[in-house]
């Protein structure tokens, strides 16, 4: 059975993979290409084609803006199976925008740098992908930089997100309690991902508004970073997203040592790694809820909610062996209960928990795949293989999904598996899992 699924995984990332040289998450529900999907797809690719996986990072690196910031979404091509397209989302708004490539005006989590370094790991040609690396590095670097002088803007190590679609985790009830402090008009769009899934399993059409009203904000003021962060009404500093770019900055750092030659860079990823190290444990760690959280900086609050992503600090290292004990143990204690799969994206004991719709609840394999090396780095071996193990048998029974329910139902026809099929980063990451 594992050799039909290695074949059907590496089937499915050939065909979403698209003649511009990138690959779709999933065919007719995202057309286009998404930043993070596009590191996590990277990886599997590497495990059977290195030049697929060199072209879908070169190809997302093309569309960067001289500024430095690299798109949530690039839009190669037209497509009527996706709402907000290019016409909506207007990067043209901003000055530093790519003039070639149609985008959105806003990021996603900065998963490149370790992508990089994993691309690094497993080639068997090393001269071969440090000339690749060699090529593209500085433009990694050039978006921390971007990070960090535009939206760490209390200098405290950490950068905010300005839109829940930037957090990846996209209807969380994390950002529940945000949209009650907003008000936006009924806008008048036409939803296309409710007619490929089930509605249920989606955001609601009032969430929506709000995602556009954050989007329509940022466009008045022409996507211009000190105008979002003076005025969009959300405004968030995320363990997850800020664990990622900690993780990538160590990725970075290693391979400018390998290059040799770097020491300035070396130097300043250093520095700033050491302050969002700082940042994150000082601010984000709540003693009482054992665990990372969320921080709003509009509302001047913590969230104080358990979400998979709390647990993502484990990822960069960030917390010290003490704090990691305390943080494993509201990990096995909330969300580790026998009758479900690892990990829900949402706290299963929560009222707000919905295990099958989208960000609220679901198990999700890239984050699988983040608290697996989490785990692993600080030797939580056993969880870490319960991880591994779940993600893998979900696959298996169901298919490559886009997320999965997380609560067991003891039958070998399961059928938990939702939203979009033939989905890439599953199957990306069900190769890599295997390989690791
Ligand atoms: C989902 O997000 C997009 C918007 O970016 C959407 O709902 O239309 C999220 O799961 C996000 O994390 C992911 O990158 C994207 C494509 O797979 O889909």
Redesign the pocket.
Known sequence: MKNSLIERATKILNENFQKGGYTI??KNL?PFQ????SGFIALGFAHFDMSKAKKEIETLLNAQWSNGFIP??VFHVDSDT?FPGPDFHKSILHPDASAQFRSTGMT?PPVLGFVLEKLYDISKEKENILQFIKLQIDKIYNNHIYFYSQRDIDDEGLVYIYHN?ES???NSPLWDDIWKTMNPPKYKFERK?TTHVDPSQR?TNREYDHYINIIEIAKSYNYNDEKIALHSPFLVQDPLFNSILIRSNEGLIRLYKILGGNEEKVNYLKKQNLKSLNGINKKLFRDNLGAYVHYDIRNKKHIPYLSSSSFTPLFCGAPEKKRAIKLLNTFINKFGSSKHYLCASFNPEDKRFNPKK??RGPV?INLNWILYNGLKRYGFNEIAKRIKDDSISLIEKNGFY?YFDPIKKNSPYENIGYG?TNFS?SAALYLDFLNN
Do not use: L, V
């Open positions: 998450p999933s995202y998404w930043k993070w999907d949530h979404i996706y996603q679609w990846g985790t996209d991902d955001p989208y960000w999700w886009e979009g980063w």
